[in-house]
């Protein structure tokens, strides 16, 4: 179920605005999100995949050795999952099955910004597993936990514990400051109870990061060719 989703025109006019206040900064930079159009996601899965980026890898043992903590941690009954750019929730399915065996309650908000990816994630998770209800978001990640807030608050058969999780260690796409700042941000929509879980990369040697982002095959080139194609449209 898509319950909300960015206007089309609206997400046009952002990616033009941003585009060029980013051109223009003596510092030239692009949002991260404007790299998941269609084919940024289908790039992006198949990044995931090559043997140079380490990430995504390492990222799933963890979550499949403590996937169990995790649970107990949560220590209700019911909870309602968000994911910050879900992907393919390849991952968040090490985290929704023992949650749906264990948990008499569970709820999956999905938030992403691209809504092929989004739809195809809601068909498949929906056909994998009955007894979740799984609601997806369509936009930047504040805009859709305030809508994710207002969609709990106006349903009573919603859990209103939240688990925010926001893997695969996108918070290194943010410099320092903005990191701190969308930190802040999200604390603004979790309550004394709620939890989040983030992945984050340490340190690492630079051949290590070069090999990860520069993989023999040149996905992630292509990748990151993908975003002045769309700007191009």
Do not use: W
């Not at 998770?125 to 305030?146: A, K, M, P, T, W």
């Amino acid at each position: 179920m898509l319950i909300h989703n960015v206007e089309q025109l609206k997400a046009n006019n952002e990616f033009a605005m941003d585009v060029e206040s980013g051109l223009n900064a003596k510092q030239k930079h692009i949002s991260p999100k404007f790299f998941y159009d269609k084919n940024g996601s289908k790039l992006f899965e198949e990044i995931c995949d090559q043997p140079e980026y380490y990430l995504n890898r390492t990222e799933l043992l963890i979550l499949k050795k403590s996937v169990n903590e995790i649970i107990r941690l949560i220590g209700e009954n019911q909870i309602s999952i968000i994911e910050l750019g879900n992907g393919n929730s390849t991952k968040t399915r090490i985290l929704l099955e023992p949650s749906i065996s264990t948990l008499k309650k569970v709820c999956y908000f999905p938030i992403d910004v691209s809504l092929k990816t989004l739809k195809n994630s809601i068909r498949d998770l929906s056909r994998e597993y009955v007894n979740l209800q799984v609601f997806g978001i369509c936009s930047d990640y504040i805009s859709g936990l305030i809508k994710i807030n207002e969609f709990i608050k106006m349903n009573d058969n919603i859990p209103k514990r939240k688990l925010i999780i926001f893997l695969g260690s996108s918070i290194g796409n943010f410099d320092p400051k903005e990191s701190v700042d969308f930190l802040y941000s999200l604390r603004r929509y979790l309550r004394k109870d709620d939890a989040l879980l983030i992945g984050i990369d340490l340190e690492k040697d630079k051949t290590i990061l070069d090999k990860a982002y520069n993989d023999r095959k040149g996905v992630t080139a292509k990748f990151n060719l993908n975003i002045l194609s769309r700007i191009n449209r």
